[in-house]
């Protein structure tokens, strides 16, 4: 569902990282997975963003468009949007947690 959604989720690269770090490593013996608070509180998180999914506005090719973009240590994310009376209104969120080789 989240990979789904992704797209209307503000940051959600930074939200998932510390879930996304589970997976991988050996997937032919079990692993017993320590669940710690920084783990819970990514799974809550990933449950409230979930439910508050942000209202997107449909494409509107008459009006002014733009990229706003952002990075962290370990992420990179990006917002899609259109010019509205009353500001900006999202039309797709974008985010890639980086790979270790490129995080610093």
């Not at 710690?36 to 494409?59: D, Y």
């Not at 468009?65 to 010019?83: C, K, N, P």
């Amino acid at each position: 569902m989240i990979n789904f959604y992704r797209k209307f989720i503000k940051d959600c690269a930074n939200l998932l990282a510390p879930l996304n770090s589970l997976m991988g490593g050996d997937t032919k013996n079990s692993t017993i997975i320590e669940w710690t608070a920084p783990l819970e509180e990514a799974f809550q998180n990933t449950k409230r963003a979930l439910s508050e999914v942000a209202l997107l506005a449909h494409p509107d090719s008459s009006v002014e468009w733009a990229i706003f973009t952002d990075a962290s240590d370990h992420a990179v994310g990006a917002v899609l949007q259109q010019r509205h009376q009353n500001g900006w209104q999202p039309l797709a969120f974008y985010s890639k947690k980086l790979a270790p080789s490129v995080s610093k």
